[in-house]
C-alpha cells in the first residue's frame, strides 16, 4: 500500500467458530459462523487511526485506508498522546498453538453422539430435568504484515466445553456444571474431546447436582476459606488481572467498567498479597487458552512476574501504556477481532504454586469452608469490593471435609483479601481454566482469556449461602 | 448512494438469487446486520482511539426434514463474491445437517409477513465534536465514547416473509470527572442538535459541583433509598439474564419465579411489560416473528407471562409471544408511578440516594437475590437534603422485596437508555424506566 502516512499495519483475521451443544439429548445450538476482516491501522504525526472492513475486495480495502488516513490526520489534532515509532517493533514470526489432531477430525456424527450420550450421563440423577452438553471449537488464523516489515503470522485452535445439570425437588433448583459456565477452555486439538473422560464428568455433575438439593445453605459466618482452582480462576480475573490493566490505571477505562485502586506509585511498593502471592503473566504456557507469540503492537510475549512474594512489580501494558505511564509491562496490545482496535488485555494470569498438598491445606484448617466452581461475580469498578458466589461447597472441620452446602458466596476486599492468603497448594494441583468473554473497552470487546491456579487457603473470610 | 441503499440494493438481489438454489424440502431464513459506524473513544477530553467498522454479516437457517441449522457469514457487500461463499456455505450445511438427529422441538420457519421501519437521521459533523473537546480539554475531565452511523437488520425467508428495519443514531456516552468523583451521562439521538448536548453537560457540571463535599463511610444495614431512572434502570441488565424467561421459569432458574407462582406478593405499583412502541428495536425476532407492540409481564403486581419463543411454547405447550430465542428482554419498560421527580429527596427524607449501580450479578437466584454496586453519583440524604457524596457501597437484596413490600412509589416521569453496547456488533434497543422510592434496601460492605 501506497498511504501518506508515517506508518501502516494491515490485519487480517478469519475465525470459524462452531457451537455444538444438546439439550436432554436432543439438538440445542448448532451453529457454525465463519467470519473474515481487515483492519487498517495508520499512524499520521504519532497519532493511530483504524479502519475495520469485511469487505476484502480491493475496493473495500482501499476505501478502508482511505478514511484510516483522513481520521489519523482528523483526530491527531486532539490526541491524547503522540507516540513514538517504537511502540510498534519490527519483529517477525510465527505462533501455531498446541494441537495433536485437527479440530474437524471428529465428525459432527461423532461430536452428536458423544453430546447425546453426555445428555445421557448428566440425567443419571432423577432428580436431573434438565441436561445441557457441548462443545464450541474455534480456528483462528491471524496476520499482520506492516509498512516497517513485521510480519507476523499466529494460527490457533481452541476448544471450550460446558456440561450442565439441572436438579430439582419441589420448588428447589440446583445447578451444578463442568467447573463452571464455559470454565473449561484451552488451546487444543480434537485430542481433547475425550468421550470416556467426559461421560465421568457427567455423572460425577449428576450426582452433585442432585445432592446440592438436599443440602442446607452455606452458612452466614467469619471462617477460613479454600477456593479451589476453578474458583481462584474469577477470583486472579477480577481482583488481580483488571485493576493491573495500565490502560484502566490511566484512565481509558472510566467511562466502562471503571478505573483502578492501584496507583502508579505502587508498583514495586505495594504490599498486594501475603508473601504466597506469587502471580505470573505468562502466555507461553502449553495448551493455556491465552498463550500467544506477540501481542498486536508485534511485541514478542513472554513469561514476567507481576506480583512476587506480594509485592506488586508490574502492570499489565502493553508498548502504548508504558510509553505513557513509564511504568513495566508485558506484551498484552490485542484485540477481540478485525473489527476493534487494540487495547490492554490480560492473556493467562496465572498464580504459581507453592508447597502443600491439598490434603494437607484441609488438614490444617480446623473450621472452614471449601468451595467449588464460580457461578456469580461483581466487583466494584476501583476493583476493591467483590462477592464471588459458587456451586459447591463443603464444611471443613477439624481437618476434615464433611457437610456439603448449597449457595456458597463469599465476599471481601482486594488487598485485605490476598493479605489473608494462608496456604497454597503445589504443582500437581494446578489446573487451567479461562473465559472466552472477558469483556472491556469502548467499543466493547469481549477477548479470551486464560487462568492457572493451584488450591489457596484464605483466613478470616465473610461467607453465606442463600435465601431471602 | 447511501450506505443503506447500496445495502437495501444488495440485500435484495442476495435473497433472491439464493431462494432459486434451494432443493425439495428446503426452506432457508436470512438474517443480516449491516452498520458503517463511527466510534471516537476519549480520555481527559483528547482522543485516544478512533475507529471506522463497515462491517455486514448475515445468519443463514435452512430447515429441511425435521432438522435446522443456523450458520453466519461475513459479506463483503459484493453480489457475486458473496453469492459465491452464501452458495458453499449452504452446501456445507446441508452436509451438516445429515448428520444432526431430527428435533423434537424444531420450530418451522414460516411467512410472518413484511414490515419496515426507518429511523433516519443526520450523521454528525466532525467539527463539532473537535471543537467541543478542543474548547473543554483543559478544564473538563471528560472520559467516554462517541459513536455514529447507520445499523441495519432485516429478516427474510424463501415463504416470501421480508423484515426490514434501518437506523441512523448518534450516542455520546461519558463520565465526567472530579478526581475520584464522577457522574455520568449520555446524549444519544437521531439528529445532534449542539444546544441540547451543551445543556446536558452543563447538567452533568452541575450535578459534579454536588459532589466536592468529603465522602461520607456508610456502615453495612438496611437504608431508605431512592434509585434514579439510571439505577433503575441498571435492574434490567441483570433481570435480563433469565429474569424474563419462560423456559428459566420451567427449569427453576427464573429469578422472579416466586412472585410468578404466586408464593411472594408484588406491589400493585410495579407493572413491567415488553414495549415494542418505544420504537428503539425492531420487533421481529431472528425467525422473523414479530412480537406484539406491548407484551405485559407484571401488571400492577400481578404476574401476566414471561417471554416466551415458539420452540419453548412448544416444549412447554404454552402460548408463545414470539420473544426472541433466548428469551431476553429487548425493550423492557417499567411503567411510572405517582411520584413527583422534584419531590423524590422530600419522599426520601433520611436514607440514600443512587444515581446509578455497577456490575449486578444473581447472589441467589431461588429468592430473587442479587448483588451489586453503587456507582457515579450517590450520596447521603438528610431530611431531603443531600448532605455528602458516599463512599461505593456492595448490595445484595432481593428483586422480590424491592418490587414488592419495599416499594414506596415510583416517579411519575421516566428516562429512555439506548443501548451502548458494542460487543461484536453494534447494540441496538434500549430500555424505559422511572425513579424508584425504596423503605428499605440491604447494603452489606
Redesign the interface.
Known sequence: MNLPVDYWALKRVQEKTTHWFFRNEKPDTNTKSVDIGYMIEVMVNGHFAYAATSDFTEAGLKTAANKAVSNAKLYGQIALTNFPMTVRPVNQGEYVSPRRSELDSVSKKELSDIMVQACRELKKSSKVIESYAGAIFIETDFQTVTSHGARIHQNFDLITTDFRAIAQDKTETQTRTFNGMRGNCMQAGAEAIDAKSIYETCRTISDEAEQLLFAPNCPTMETDLLLAPDVMLIQIHESIGHPLEVDRILGDERNYAGWSFVQPKDFGTLKYGSDLMNITFDPTVEGEFASYGYDESGAKAERLYLIEKGVLKRGLGGLESQHRSKLPGVANFRSSSWNRAPIDRMANINLEPGAETMEQLVARTEKGILMRANCSWSIDDYRNKFQFGNEWAQEIKDGKLGQIFKNPNYRGSTVQFWNSLAGVSNADTLKSYGSPYCGKGEPNQAIRVGHRAPYCLFKNIAVFGGGA | MSFQSDIRSWWNQLTIKLNAELKTGEVLGLSLHAED????????C????????????VDFQLQNRQ????????????LD?DFDQSLA?IN?MRK?ME???E???FVPLQNNGTSEKSYPGTAVP?ESL?AF??DN?KTMDL???F?QGPVIKANCNSLSQNHWFETQSFYF???L?DG?R?V?GNYAGQVWENEKFQAQISQSKNFLSLMKKEKRKIQPGNYRVYMAPGATAELFSIMGWDGFSEAAYR???NGLQKAA?G?VKLSPKFSLIENFKLGLTPSFNSLGEVAPDEIPIFENGQFRQFLTSTKSALEYKTPTNNAAIQEYPRSPDLKPGSLQEKEALKALGTGIYLSNL??????????G?I???T?YACFWVENGEIIAPIQ???F?E?L?NIFGADLVDLTTNTETFTST????K?DIGGCRAPGMLLSRFQF??
Open positions: 459506524t463511527e466510534f471516537v473513544r476519549f480520555n481527559g483528547l482522543v485516544r482511539q478512533n475507529t471506522v467498522v463497515k462491517q455486514i454479516a432438522r435446522s441449522l443456523t450458520y453466519s457469514l461475513g459479506m463483503t457487500g459484493h463474491v456455505l456445507d451438516d448428520l444432526l438427529p428435533d423434537p422441538l466532525s473537535i473537546l478542543k480539554q472520559a467516554g465514547l459513536c456516552d461519558y463520565s470527572f475520584d464522577a455520568k427449569k427453576g432458574t407462582r408464593e455497577h456490575y449486578l450479578n444473581w447472589s441467589d437466584r431461588q429468592t437475590r448483588t451489586g454496586m456507582r461505593d457501597m456492595r445484595d432481593s422480590l453496547s458494542s460487543y461484536e453494534r452489606t460492605l
